[in-house]
């Protein structure tokens, strides 16, 4: 069999059922499916002509055995047509906007053409075409004759019961006519005028002669709709009833089949492809045992496939409808059985419809059928095509391992043995292949199976593995455990951005966890409290070669969202650059040397001076060394600073967040920018290393007496507090009098509120203030805070003054019990503390009613994270699905998939965020990137040469094997040992 | 009535009333007219003059570059 390459584009439509039968293998006509030898039966269920599912089978269609046969259909004959309910709308349309006598839709030429027009504009505007298609039989529905001269039938309203019976509802006469006549002719008993109506002065007046209104009097002729209606005016009375006419399937056959193709193409159905007479079944395709292999058991029984059930089902009803057609059955039997044999059609397709009881299994479990099989979250699409199990794939714990590269990731060596890589065997590697398959797939870099060029998989056991290496030669294939310099793709869930997935390269290590540089911890949005995450090992050169170019970690230093580095030092990593040049302190040889053991350094540059009789390095130099000799910067540090780069050297300021840390570092986001990724990779793993050696060699850490202020200063946050409540009874006293002016646009409640708010807000910030200025510059808390490395100055007051005030829904906590919020408070009570007021610091700890409030004032935050979480979760996701096919095109539009323009410059200015390098003042930094231009044009010829001419990034190979600064070229340097 | 084109965040609208125009700016982003995005004939930013098949050059104020140019189709 053929398999097409590339699908160009998928029609649906109906089919004949002539086309069932064309390629249908046989006819079922028996609901046995095996004899009792366990055979098969010839033209039933399990017929070998509907495919095998037995191993050594052949196929009696095809020839071909188990695994390459596909299976072929089969079909039923109905004995009576059936509604397919997958259709039963679009047959209720029909039914209600074509006329029954003559098929055509009860629309003038006109409107027919019309409503066509504007169909094929909707689908030019891509507007709904189904808006059109509604407002078509809408207009069809309203005549109630056909608006054709040459027909002019009767349009019946038409009732559909769910889910596929069809009424039409006709007004005939009534069965007791001739009764209700003779009542009304009767003269009016409370009326003495009243003679009543003579036979002959009926006729008269309805204008028939008068045997024939003693004929309708008796009973003996019916009177047609006309006289009826006459005779209903003339005397007053109804004679209509309503009556169901029930439409049978072959009813709606015959009437579909009249429907002419000029007309179906307005109510959106393609005359080419579909008829709307095959929307009712008269044969039924029997899926091929494929689709429903069925199970032996333990116990050698067979189990069948639901779907199997479900056609015994119907075969047998079909066959009982045939036998009570022929024996002449009355009319009301076959009608029950037709309408079983719709049900079991019906449920056939689908069995979750409302309104008809499922179909169930002996258990009483609901039978699945096919419907059933392709919706919902484990249907087709969503459980087996959108989303599905792979293999080469591992999950497990994640923990941090600073010596790795932020490139690498620690695959646990139990991973590497499972998964593999498929080694090709060449001239050139046929020893390495033979070295793999002869450790086994127990040794670490071993093979677990081997494929010989004729095509034969053999598994690697510990018994074969000596004998099968010397079998191996060019052209077998080895599936080769996964070894360091293997490269991998990453993920951790929730995937809400392309970060979120990226390529690693193996190291594999010992124990069970995968490891992480901790520099890709914001990417990844990951910690280490439990995380897992997931390892998918790639299987073709092309993956791996698309993986290492544009997915491993490096390409990602620069996130799409905002433009700058989303990877770089986070944490302890700039607490240790901030003590490192903070204070630019002194380094002796030693000391220097062990700052910089982690990282490619190592020769120390000049010695910065000479003091307790041996020369010194300061911690502006030793960070220096981790910089390209040519780079120049000039920015704020988060401390406050001014950081100045010159030549590569730190001239002044504090290296912190903003200078190395993720999301916008200043010199990582340069690096990147102006260097390469390459470069910013090597500067982020140096500054790890150098930071984590820094701040084990001042030591780092914070206990309970680092938020401890001075006595006199905690007596002065309680005078700041003591004077803010002073306040506040002032301003209770002038409300209470009723002198308190309200702001504008409040009332005078309102205006207290806010005043006591800012009061009280107020005290908090001066508390705060107050414990800053007696904190030591060394404090711990307080370098995490001035760094960016943690924390805020906010944490750091609440610990140490003030707590402050705790709020529900942004208000002062108003809730609890009837004028007051606890029981402890006098009613309408309005003072501070009554309303969540935490005068006490975390350290010094708070009262049981503070305790109480501020565990409102939590519960708060923790109920708006949970629902917000899922609430933007969610929001996000439609939104990504709705942009996702929105593509920038070459010549720089942005389209979607049916060519509608969406922007017609790609952000309007045409470039990616992570191309163009920005600051604070200037989206786009022109300045800066002239400045490089004219740079390049006054520098030197080779300097020029450089800039003008085209520079090639080289191609991303391995961190052992890439040129340029990676840690290959150090290695040498030390390989000579 | 507020005239809302008037206003200083409503960007201006013009009807591209030379079918050369038209052509030109088809042919620049290889588009049928029905690919450009849409506007109402309702929509109060539009010129009295404006009829469905119409296509409008918009000149805006843009975040990335100063001035931003795009054109739409009006529909009914
Ligand atoms: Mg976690
Ligand atoms: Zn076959
Ligand atoms: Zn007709």
Not at chain 1, 400 to 428: F, I, Y
Not at chain 1, 539 to 560: F, G, H
Not at chain 1, 728 to 740: H, Q, R, S
Not at chain 1, 967 to 972: D, F, R, V
């Amino acid at each position: 069999m053929q398999t097409p390459k590339e699908i160009g584009g998928i029609q649906f439509g109906l089919m004949d059922p002539e086309t069932y039968r064309d390629m249908s293998a046989t006819k079922v006509i028996t609901a046995d499916t095996y004899d009792d030898d366990g055979y098969p039966i010839d033209m039933g269920l399990m017929d070998p002509r509907l495919g095998v599912i037995d191993p050594g089978l052949e196929c009696r269609t095809c020839g071909q055995h188990s695994g390459s046969c596909n299976g072929h259909f089969g079909h039923i004959e109905l004995a009576a047509p059936v509604i397919h309910v997958g259709f039963t709308k679009l047959i209720r349309r029909l039914l209600r906007s074509t006329c029954r006598e003559c098929g055509r839709l009860a629309l003038t030429e006109e409107e027919r053409d019309e409503y066509r027009d504007n169909l094929v504009r909707a689908e030019e505007l891509g507007n709904d075409p189904n808006d059109v298609l509604k407002s078509a039989v809408r207009q069809a529905r309203k005549q109630s004759y056909c608006p054709h001269p040459d027909c002019g039938g009767v349009m019946h309203e038409i009732k559909h019961e769910k889910p596929t019976t069809y009424y039409e509802v006709q007004d005939v006469l009534a069965g007791d006519y001739s009764e209700r006549i003779a009542e009304a002719m009767q003269p009016d008993p409370d009326d003495e005028d009243d003679e009543g109506t003579g036979p002959a002065e009926l006729a008269e007046e309805v204008g028939v002669n008068v045997g024939r209104i003693q004929e309708i009097m008796s009973g003996e002729f019916r009177p047609k709709s006309e006289t009826r209606k006459k005779l209903e005016k003339v005397l007053g009375v109804d004679l209509t009833e309503e009556d169901m006419n029930k439409l049978m399937p072959s009813d709606i056959r015959d009437w579909f089949e009249d429907i002419p193709d000029e007309d179906i193409e307005v109510i959106g159905v393609d005359p080419e492809r579909s008829r709307p007479e095959w929307m009712i079944l008269t044969v039924l395709p029997v899926p091929p045992v494929t689709a429903r292999p069925s199970i032996t058991l333990d116990n050698g029984q067979r189990s069948e496939d639901d779907l199997t059930h479900k056609l015994v089902d119907i075969i047998r009803i079909n066959q009982r409808f045939m036998e009570n057609r022929e024996a002449g059955a009355p009319q009301l039997i076959i009608e029950d059985l037709w309408e079983l044999l719709q049900y079991h059609v019906t449920t056939f397709i689908d069995n979750e419809i409302s309104g008809t009881p499922p179909a169930r299994h002996r258990s009483g479990r609901p039978l699945k059928t096919l419907s059933q099989r392709l919706k919902g979250k484990e249907g087709r699409f969503r459980g087996s095509l959108s989303g599905k199990r792979v293999n080469f794939s591992a999950r497990t714990v994640i923990s941090p391992d600073p010596t790795l590269s932020l490139n690498e990731v620690g695959v646990p060596d139990r991973v590497a043995k499972e998964m593999t890589q498929t080694l090709n065997v060449t001239e050139r590697n046929v020893d390495e292949a033979r070295q793999y398959v002869a450790n086994g797939p127990e040794a670490h870099p071993g093979a677990n199976y081997v494929r010989r060029p004729d095509g034969r998989r053999l598994k690697v056991t510990e018994k074969n593995c000596e004998e099968l290496a010397t079998k191996v030669e060019e052209g077998w294939e080895v599936n080769r455990h996964l070894v360091d310099g293997d490269i991998v793709v990453f993920n951790r869930q929730p995937s809400l951005h392309r970060m979120s997935i990226m390529a690693h390269e193996v190291v594999v290590m010992p124990y069970k966890t995968f490891r992480l540089n901790t520099t890709v911890c914001p990417p990844y949005n990951a910690d280490f409290d439990g995380d897992e995450m997931n390892m998918h090992a790639l299987q073709n050169e092309e993956a791996r070669a698309e993986a290492r170019v544009l997915m491993r970690v490096q390409e990602q230093m620069l996130s799409p969202r905002f433009g700058e580095n989303i990877i770089g030092a986070i944490q302890d990593h700039i607490s240790g650059t901030y003590l490192l040049t903070h204070e630019n302190p002194h380094f002796s040889e030693t000391q220097a040397l062990d700052l910089l053991r982690a990282t490619s350094v190592d020769e120390l540059p000049a010695a910065d001076g000479e003091e307790n009789g041996g020369p010194y390095w300061t911690g502006r130099t030793v960070f220096s060394e981790l910089l390209p000799d040519d780079l120049n910067l000039e920015f704020t540090s988060s401390a406050g600073d001014t950081v100045e780069i010159v030549d590569g050297q730190l001239v002044t300021g504090t290296i912190d967040e903003d200078a190395v840390g993720a999301f916008g570092g200043e010199i990582v986001d340069t690096l990147t920018k102006v260097y390469s990724e390459t470069r910013a990779r090597v500067f982020v793993n140096e500054v790890a290393a150098l930071a984590m050696r820094a701040i084990m060699h001042f030591g780092f850490s914070l206990g309970i007496d680092d938020e401890s202020i001075p006595q006199a200063a905690d007596e002065m946050v309680d005078e700041a507090i003591g004077n803010a409540y002073e306040r506040i009874e002032e301003l209770i006293d002038t409300y209470e009098t009723g002198e308190l002016e309200s702001l504008p646009g409040r009332t005078v409640d309102e205006t207290l509120e806010m005043k006591i708010m800012q009061t009280l807000g107020k005290a908090r910030d001066s508390a705060g203030e107050i414990a800053e200025d007696h904190f030591q510059e060394d404090n711990p808390a307080v370098i995490m805070a001035r760094s960016g490395a943690r924390g805020s100055m906010l944490n750091l007051t609440q610990m140490a003054g003030c707590v402050g005030q705790q709020a529900v829904r942004g208000e002062r906590i108003n809730r609890g019990y009837e004028d007051r919020t606890l029981s402890h408070y006098e009613p309408n009570d309005l003072s501070a503390e009554a309303h969540g007021f935490v005068e006490n610091s975390y350290r010094g700890g708070l009262t049981p009613r503070e305790f109480f409030f501020h565990a409102m004032g939590g519960r708060e935050g923790l109920v708006d994270t949970a629902v917000r979480t899922s609430k933007s979760g969610y929001l996000q996701r439609r939104l990504i699905n709705a942009l996702s096919e929105l593509e920038a095109q070459y010549d720089g539009t942005v389209r979607d998939t049916s060519d509608t323009i969406v922007q017609f410059e790609y952000g309007e200015d045409g470039t990616s965020p992570v191309k163009v390098s920005s600051n604070d003042d200037n989206p786009i930094d022109v300045e800066g990137i002239a400045d490089r231009v004219l740079d390049a044009e006054f520098g030197s010829e080779e300097e020029k040469e450089r800039f003008l001419g085209s520079r090639e990034p080289p191609t991303n190979l391995s961190e052992y094997a890439g040129p340029g600064l990676n840690k290959a070229q150090g290695m040498e340097v030390e390989s000579d040992d | 009535m507020v005239d809302v084109s008037q206003h200083k965040l409503v960007p201006e609208h013009t009807v591209l009333d030379d079918p050369d125009r038209v052509d030109e700016v088809l042919s620049e982003y290889n588009v049928s007219k029905t690919n450009l995005p849409k506007i109402t004939v309702s929509d109060p930013a539009l010129p009295d003059k404006a009829e469905p098949g119409d296509v409008i050059e918009i000149t805006r104020d843009s975040r990335t570059t100063d001035r931003a140019t795009v054109y739409r189709l009006v529909v009914e």
